[in-house]
Protein backbone atom coordinates (compact mmCIF):
# COMPACT_ATOMS: atom_id res chain seq x y z
CA UNK A 1 0.00 0.00 0.00
CA UNK A 2 2.79 2.36 1.24
CA UNK A 3 4.35 1.81 -2.28
CA UNK A 4 1.82 2.36 -4.01
CA UNK A 5 1.03 5.88 -2.82
CA UNK A 6 4.67 6.55 -3.71
CA UNK A 7 4.06 5.30 -7.50
CA UNK A 8 0.96 7.51 -7.61
CA UNK A 9 3.03 10.36 -5.84
CA UNK A 10 5.59 9.87 -8.65
CA UNK A 11 3.64 9.73 -11.89
CA UNK A 12 1.83 13.17 -10.52
CA UNK A 13 5.19 15.06 -9.81
CA UNK A 14 5.98 13.85 -13.40
CA UNK A 15 2.79 14.97 -14.93
CA UNK A 16 2.89 18.17 -13.46
CA UNK A 17 6.59 19.07 -13.96
CA UNK A 18 6.17 18.29 -17.60
CA UNK A 19 3.21 20.43 -17.56
CA UNK A 20 4.92 23.40 -15.99
CA UNK A 21 7.73 22.91 -18.68
CA UNK A 22 5.32 23.30 -21.38
CA UNK A 23 3.52 25.94 -19.88
CA UNK A 24 7.08 28.35 -19.87
CA UNK A 25 8.04 26.81 -23.00
CA UNK A 26 4.55 28.26 -24.45
CA UNK A 27 5.30 32.16 -22.78
CA UNK A 28 8.52 32.13 -24.44
CA UNK A 29 6.90 31.66 -27.62
CA UNK A 30 4.26 34.42 -27.13
CA UNK A 31 6.82 36.72 -26.96
CA UNK A 32 8.75 36.24 -30.37
CA UNK A 33 5.45 37.55 -31.87
CA UNK A 34 6.65 40.26 -34.81
CA UNK A 35 4.41 38.85 -37.18
CA UNK A 36 1.04 39.02 -34.82
CA UNK A 37 2.71 42.57 -33.68
CA UNK A 38 2.23 44.18 -37.74
CA UNK A 39 -1.30 43.22 -37.99
CA UNK A 40 -1.77 44.71 -35.20
CA UNK A 41 -0.79 47.59 -36.48
CA UNK A 42 2.84 48.13 -35.80
CA UNK A 43 3.90 49.44 -38.61
CA UNK A 44 0.93 51.67 -39.37
CA UNK A 45 2.01 55.60 -39.69
CA UNK A 46 0.96 56.70 -36.61
CA UNK A 47 2.76 58.93 -34.05
CA UNK A 48 2.10 56.53 -31.38
CA UNK A 49 5.23 54.62 -31.36
CA UNK A 50 5.49 51.34 -32.86
CA UNK A 51 8.79 50.61 -30.76
CA UNK A 52 6.36 51.39 -27.60
CA UNK A 53 3.85 48.70 -28.16
CA UNK A 54 4.16 45.95 -25.88
CA UNK A 55 5.34 43.04 -27.83
CA UNK A 56 8.17 43.98 -29.09
CA UNK A 57 9.47 45.66 -25.52
CA UNK A 58 9.62 42.50 -24.19
CA UNK A 59 10.97 40.62 -27.25
CA UNK A 60 13.87 42.75 -26.69
CA UNK A 61 14.09 42.43 -23.36
CA UNK A 62 13.92 38.07 -23.99
CA UNK A 63 16.36 38.81 -26.72
CA UNK A 64 18.51 41.46 -25.13
CA UNK A 65 19.59 42.61 -28.33
CA UNK A 66 19.93 46.39 -28.72
CA UNK A 67 17.47 47.59 -31.49
CA UNK A 68 19.17 48.64 -35.19
CA UNK A 69 16.83 51.69 -36.17
CA UNK A 70 17.48 52.30 -40.07
CA UNK A 71 16.44 56.31 -40.99
CA UNK A 72 15.81 56.24 -44.86
CA UNK A 73 15.21 58.50 -46.52
CA UNK A 74 13.46 58.07 -50.18
CA UNK A 75 12.01 60.43 -52.98
CA UNK A 76 9.84 59.29 -56.01
CA UNK A 77 11.63 57.83 -58.79
CA UNK A 78 11.33 55.31 -61.30
CA UNK A 79 13.58 52.60 -59.72
CA UNK A 80 12.09 54.00 -56.65
CA UNK A 81 10.30 51.17 -56.05
CA UNK A 82 13.26 48.55 -57.13
CA UNK A 83 15.63 50.00 -54.59
CA UNK A 84 13.41 49.59 -51.71
CA UNK A 85 12.51 46.04 -52.55
CA UNK A 86 16.26 45.83 -53.25
CA UNK A 87 16.97 46.91 -49.14
CA UNK A 88 14.11 45.76 -47.65
CA UNK A 89 14.83 41.99 -48.78
CA UNK A 90 18.55 42.94 -47.06
CA UNK A 91 17.24 43.82 -43.83
CA UNK A 92 14.87 40.53 -43.83
CA UNK A 93 17.85 39.09 -42.62
CA UNK A 94 18.47 41.29 -40.13
CA UNK A 95 17.51 40.45 -36.37
CA UNK A 96 15.87 43.21 -34.45
CA UNK A 97 15.35 45.64 -37.21
CA UNK A 98 13.77 48.78 -36.78
CA UNK A 99 13.38 50.65 -40.46
CA UNK A 100 12.17 54.55 -40.34
CA UNK A 101 11.56 54.91 -44.28
CA UNK A 102 10.82 59.09 -44.68
CA UNK A 103 9.50 60.46 -47.71
CA UNK A 104 10.26 63.15 -49.55
CA UNK A 105 6.43 64.09 -50.26
CA UNK A 106 3.73 66.00 -48.59
CA UNK A 107 1.95 63.12 -48.16
CA UNK A 108 2.66 59.27 -47.28
CA UNK A 109 1.98 57.54 -50.72
CA UNK A 110 0.29 54.62 -50.18
CA UNK A 111 2.16 52.71 -52.26
CA UNK A 112 5.26 52.91 -50.44
CA UNK A 113 3.01 52.30 -47.26
CA UNK A 114 1.74 48.95 -48.96
CA UNK A 115 5.54 48.18 -50.06
CA UNK A 116 6.31 48.64 -46.16
CA UNK A 117 3.21 46.45 -45.31
CA UNK A 118 4.03 43.40 -47.24
CA UNK A 119 8.11 43.88 -46.82
CA UNK A 120 7.63 41.61 -43.26
CA UNK A 121 9.80 44.00 -41.46
CA UNK A 122 9.28 46.59 -38.06
CA UNK A 123 9.35 49.57 -39.42
CA UNK A 124 7.76 53.32 -39.20
CA UNK A 125 6.61 55.16 -42.30
CA UNK A 126 6.78 59.58 -42.36
CA UNK A 127 7.16 62.17 -44.53
CA UNK A 128 8.42 65.67 -44.44
CA UNK A 129 8.86 67.80 -47.89
CA UNK A 130 12.00 69.17 -48.41
CA UNK A 131 11.47 73.10 -49.03
CA UNK A 132 11.38 74.02 -52.53
CA UNK A 133 14.53 76.25 -52.20
CA UNK A 134 16.43 73.41 -50.84
CA UNK A 135 15.69 71.24 -53.85
CA UNK A 136 17.47 69.79 -56.19
CA UNK A 137 16.15 71.45 -59.70
CA UNK A 138 16.13 69.25 -63.03
CA UNK A 139 19.17 69.17 -64.46
CA UNK A 140 21.43 70.59 -61.40
CA UNK A 141 24.13 67.70 -60.51
CA UNK A 142 23.22 66.02 -57.20
CA UNK A 143 26.24 67.04 -55.37
CA UNK A 144 24.76 70.80 -55.39
CA UNK A 145 22.48 70.56 -52.39
CA UNK A 146 22.45 67.65 -49.93
CA UNK A 147 19.13 65.49 -50.54
CA UNK A 148 17.76 63.91 -47.15
CA UNK A 149 18.52 66.05 -44.64
CA UNK A 150 15.34 67.24 -43.64
CA UNK A 151 14.36 63.09 -43.98
CA UNK A 152 17.11 62.39 -41.40
CA UNK A 153 15.98 65.21 -39.10
CA UNK A 154 12.67 64.00 -39.09
CA UNK A 155 13.66 60.74 -38.86
CA UNK A 156 15.71 61.67 -35.46
CA UNK A 157 12.82 63.53 -33.68
CA UNK A 158 10.74 60.64 -34.29
CA UNK A 159 12.96 58.70 -32.04
CA UNK A 160 13.28 61.64 -29.70
CA UNK A 161 9.69 61.77 -29.23
CA UNK A 162 9.42 58.11 -29.25
CA UNK A 163 12.03 56.58 -27.39
CA UNK A 164 14.00 56.69 -24.17
CA UNK A 165 17.01 56.44 -22.97
CA UNK A 166 16.80 53.75 -21.41
CA UNK A 167 15.72 52.26 -24.57
CA UNK A 168 19.20 50.12 -26.23
CA UNK A 169 19.71 50.94 -29.62
CA UNK A 170 21.96 52.54 -32.06
CA UNK A 171 20.97 54.69 -35.23
CA UNK A 172 22.46 54.39 -38.76
CA UNK A 173 21.76 56.70 -41.80
CA UNK A 174 21.26 54.41 -44.59
CA UNK A 175 20.21 55.99 -47.97
CA UNK A 176 18.17 53.45 -50.67
CA UNK A 177 20.50 53.46 -53.19
CA UNK A 178 23.38 51.67 -51.27
CA UNK A 179 24.46 47.83 -51.12
CA UNK A 180 24.91 46.60 -47.34
CA UNK A 181 26.23 43.17 -46.41
CA UNK A 182 24.17 41.46 -43.58
CA UNK A 183 28.01 41.99 -42.01
CA UNK A 184 27.70 45.77 -41.79
CA UNK A 185 24.72 45.31 -39.02
CA UNK A 186 26.68 43.30 -36.91
CA UNK A 187 28.79 45.18 -36.50
CA UNK A 188 26.95 48.45 -35.66
CA UNK A 189 24.85 46.84 -32.93
CA UNK A 190 27.11 47.21 -30.15
CA UNK A 191 28.01 50.74 -30.20
CA UNK A 192 28.75 52.74 -27.16
CA UNK A 193 28.65 56.15 -28.97
CA UNK A 194 30.07 56.34 -32.80
CA UNK A 195 31.34 53.26 -34.86
CA UNK A 196 33.04 53.99 -37.95
CA UNK A 197 34.01 51.68 -40.79
CA UNK A 198 35.24 52.13 -44.57
CA UNK A 199 32.65 52.76 -47.53
CA UNK A 200 33.29 51.40 -50.60
CA UNK A 201 33.35 53.51 -54.23
CA UNK A 202 32.81 56.48 -52.82
CA UNK A 203 34.41 59.84 -52.86
CA UNK A 204 36.12 59.37 -56.19
CA UNK A 205 37.88 55.98 -54.35
CA UNK A 206 38.28 52.67 -53.88
CA UNK A 207 37.19 52.94 -50.54
CA UNK A 208 37.11 55.90 -48.01
CA UNK A 209 38.21 54.92 -44.34
CA UNK A 210 38.83 55.92 -40.68
CA UNK A 211 42.89 54.81 -40.15
CA UNK A 212 43.04 53.21 -37.15
CA UNK A 213 46.47 52.56 -34.57
CA UNK A 214 45.89 50.55 -31.97
CA UNK A 215 42.57 50.27 -32.06
CA UNK A 216 42.00 53.84 -32.20
CA UNK A 217 40.98 56.63 -34.74
CA UNK A 218 43.96 58.41 -35.58
CA UNK A 219 42.92 60.00 -38.89
CA UNK A 220 40.66 59.37 -42.17
CA UNK A 221 41.87 58.04 -45.80
CA UNK A 222 39.92 60.32 -47.94
CA UNK A 223 41.16 62.65 -51.26
CA UNK A 224 38.15 65.35 -50.55
CA UNK A 225 37.83 68.82 -47.90
CA UNK A 226 40.67 66.54 -46.00
CA UNK A 227 40.07 69.45 -43.26
CA UNK A 228 36.61 68.48 -42.22
CA UNK A 229 36.43 67.12 -38.60
CA UNK A 230 34.91 64.08 -39.79
CA UNK A 231 35.84 63.38 -43.60
CA UNK A 232 33.23 60.00 -43.43
CA UNK A 233 30.33 59.40 -45.64
CA UNK A 234 26.60 59.03 -44.27
CA UNK A 235 26.96 55.03 -44.95
CA UNK A 236 30.12 54.94 -42.75
CA UNK A 237 29.16 55.46 -39.17
CA UNK A 238 26.40 54.89 -36.55
CA UNK A 239 25.03 56.56 -33.63
CA UNK A 240 23.81 55.15 -29.74
CA UNK A 241 20.44 55.66 -29.31
CA UNK A 242 20.90 56.86 -26.13
CA UNK A 243 23.95 59.35 -27.20
CA UNK A 244 21.31 60.43 -29.52
CA UNK A 245 18.60 61.34 -27.29
CA UNK A 246 21.21 62.93 -24.36
CA UNK A 247 22.01 65.73 -27.04
CA UNK A 248 18.78 66.61 -28.48
CA UNK A 249 20.68 69.62 -30.65
CA UNK A 250 22.20 67.21 -32.39
CA UNK A 251 20.66 67.28 -36.22
CA UNK A 252 21.86 67.55 -39.43
CA UNK A 253 22.56 71.24 -40.76
CA UNK A 254 20.37 71.32 -44.06
CA UNK A 255 22.44 74.96 -44.26
CA UNK A 256 25.88 73.36 -43.66
CA UNK A 257 28.96 73.58 -46.79
CA UNK A 258 29.23 70.68 -49.01
CA UNK A 259 30.54 67.42 -47.56
CA UNK A 260 29.90 68.64 -44.03
CA UNK A 261 26.59 67.22 -43.48
CA UNK A 262 28.08 64.50 -41.10
CA UNK A 263 30.37 66.67 -39.31
CA UNK A 264 27.10 68.71 -38.23
CA UNK A 265 25.86 65.98 -36.75
CA UNK A 266 28.59 64.14 -35.21
CA UNK A 267 30.46 67.24 -34.09
CA UNK A 268 27.74 67.10 -31.09
CA UNK A 269 28.24 63.88 -30.22
CA UNK A 270 32.04 62.78 -30.08
CA UNK A 271 35.45 63.39 -30.82
CA UNK A 272 38.00 61.47 -33.41
CA UNK A 273 39.36 59.70 -30.17
CA UNK A 274 36.51 58.37 -28.88
CA UNK A 275 35.03 56.68 -32.68
CA UNK A 276 34.86 52.99 -32.15
CA UNK A 277 36.36 51.39 -35.41
CA UNK A 278 34.76 48.61 -36.26
CA UNK A 279 35.13 45.91 -39.61
CA UNK A 280 38.12 44.56 -38.41
CA UNK A 281 39.88 48.12 -37.33
CA UNK A 282 37.98 49.26 -40.53
CA UNK A 283 39.87 47.53 -42.79
CA UNK A 284 36.64 45.78 -44.28
CA UNK A 285 34.09 47.32 -46.64
CA UNK A 286 30.81 46.14 -45.91
CA UNK A 287 29.23 48.70 -47.43
CA UNK A 288 29.33 50.29 -51.10
CA UNK A 289 28.07 53.25 -52.86
CA UNK A 290 26.26 51.85 -55.33
CA UNK A 291 23.86 54.44 -57.40
CA UNK A 292 21.83 52.67 -59.86
CA UNK A 293 21.43 53.42 -63.51
CA UNK A 294 18.63 56.43 -64.35
CA UNK A 295 16.67 54.02 -66.41
CA UNK A 296 15.70 55.58 -70.09
CA UNK A 297 12.50 55.39 -70.69
CA UNK A 298 12.35 57.86 -73.78
CA UNK A 299 10.31 55.42 -76.02
CA UNK A 300 7.36 55.20 -73.30
CA UNK A 301 5.80 58.85 -74.76
CA UNK A 302 6.92 57.52 -78.34
CA UNK A 303 4.45 53.72 -77.73
CA UNK A 304 1.85 55.97 -75.61
CA UNK A 305 1.50 58.29 -79.03
CA UNK A 306 0.88 55.21 -81.53
CA UNK A 307 -1.86 53.91 -78.66
CA UNK A 308 0.44 50.75 -77.91
CA UNK A 309 1.76 52.48 -74.40
CA UNK A 310 2.44 50.26 -71.32
CA UNK A 311 -0.26 48.89 -69.17
CA UNK A 312 -0.41 51.49 -66.51
CA UNK A 313 -2.07 48.53 -64.27
CA UNK A 314 1.34 46.75 -63.98
CA UNK A 315 2.91 47.98 -61.29
CA UNK A 316 6.50 49.73 -61.59
CA UNK A 317 7.07 52.54 -60.16
CA UNK A 318 5.15 53.90 -56.52
CA UNK A 319 3.06 56.57 -58.09
CA UNK A 320 0.66 56.16 -60.10
CA UNK A 321 1.54 59.81 -61.70
CA UNK A 322 3.17 58.07 -64.03
CA UNK A 323 3.41 61.03 -66.64
CA UNK A 324 4.39 63.34 -64.32
CA UNK A 325 7.58 60.96 -62.58
CA UNK A 326 8.81 60.29 -66.23
CA UNK A 327 9.10 64.00 -67.24
CA UNK A 328 10.76 64.78 -64.05
CA UNK A 329 13.64 62.69 -64.37
C1 LIG B 1 42.53 46.06 -33.76
O1 LIG B 1 43.80 46.54 -33.36
C2 LIG B 1 44.09 46.33 -32.00
C3 LIG B 1 45.38 47.05 -31.66
O2 LIG B 1 46.37 46.83 -32.64
C4 LIG B 1 44.16 44.84 -31.71
O3 LIG B 1 44.44 44.61 -30.37
C5 LIG B 1 42.83 44.22 -32.09
O4 LIG B 1 42.88 42.83 -31.93
C6 LIG B 1 42.44 44.56 -33.51
N1 LIG B 1 41.08 44.11 -33.72
C7 LIG B 1 40.72 43.40 -34.78
C8 LIG B 1 39.29 42.97 -34.82
O5 LIG B 1 41.48 43.09 -35.67
Not at 186 to 205: A, C, D, F, I, N
Not at 247 to 262: C, I, M, S, V, Y
Not at 267 to 286: F, G, Q, Y
Amino acid sequence: MRLKLRNIFLVYFVVSSVGLLYAVLQLGQQCDCSHQMKSLGMGRPKEQNPGHAKGPREKHVVDQLPVIYLVTPTYARPHQRAELIRMSQTLLLVPDLHWILVEDSAERSPLVADLLAQSGLHYTHLNVLTPPPMKLKEGDPNWLKPRGVEQRNEGLRWLRVNQSPMDRGVVYFADDDNTYSVNLFKEMRYTQKVSVWPVGLVGGLKYERPLVDKGHVVGFHTAWKTHRPFPIDMAGFAVSLSLLLMHPEARFDPNTERGFLESSLLTHLVSMEELEPRADNCTKIWVWHTRTEKPKLKQEEALEKLGRGSDPNILVYLSHDYQHIVKAF
